[in-house]
């Protein structure tokens, strides 16, 4: 960065405006959560796509979020689930300046972040590596807990009336207005 004169308010600011992108991304960083302090012995560090974040102040404040973009131009960060309904009645991202954050998760998927953190791999949990633990879709097979069974094959008790409500219920007759009946 160049020389900035503590004097002069406007070198500063033209010192941001003109700033380039690897001096615009140490511009952009978030101070830790408490734990996250205690944790790295750091106070603040550049906010990264995948961190998570909490909103300290403005109508979103409180809510916990995961970084979607970091928008180095324009000194923001777009965040997941944080939109903003314009006129058409369209959802829009909402651009949030990173003084109003504070960060409570890292992405650690990076060496390079990794390295500056000093954090060794055995002490990392997969959530913070990026990874998202694998949800299976499979129903386990339960044969101890089967349901006793009619001479037709089918299930008795609370489970038929769930499966068989066309039984259980009366039909509804369908009801035509006098005015509407068949004319010959």
Not at 107 to 132: F, H, I, K, M, S
Not at 139 to 167: L, N
Request: charge should be positive; avoid cysteine.
């Amino acid at each position: 960065m160049s020389v900035l004169s503590p004097h002069s308010p406007r070198r500063q600011r033209k010192a941001v405006y003109d700033a380039p992108t690897s001096q615009r991304r140490i511009l952009m960083t978030v101070p830790l959560s408490r734990e996250l302090r205690r944790r790295f012995h750091r106070r603040s560090i550049p906010v990264r796509k995948g961190d998570t974040v909490r909103v300290m102040s403005g109508s979103f404040s409180g809510r916990e979020e995961r970084v979607a973009k970091v928008d180095r131009r324009g000194y923001s960060v777009t965040l997941d689930n944080v939109t903003l309904k314009t006129g058409e009645s369209k959802l829009k991202p909402l651009a949030i300046r990173t003084s109003h954050l504070v960060l409570t998760k890292l992405n650690l998927a990076d060496a390079w972040r990794r390295q500056a953190l000093q954090v060794a791999e055995g002490q990392l949990t997969p959530e913070e590596l990026g990874e998202e633990p694998e949800v299976t879709d499979e129903v386990p097979a339960t044969s101890s807990t089967a349901t006793p069974e009619t001479k037709d094959g089918e299930p008795e008790g609370e489970e038929a009336a769930a499966k068989k409500p066309s039984e259980t219920r009366p039909a509804r007759a369908r009801e035509v207005p006098a005015d509407k009946e068949s004319t010959p």
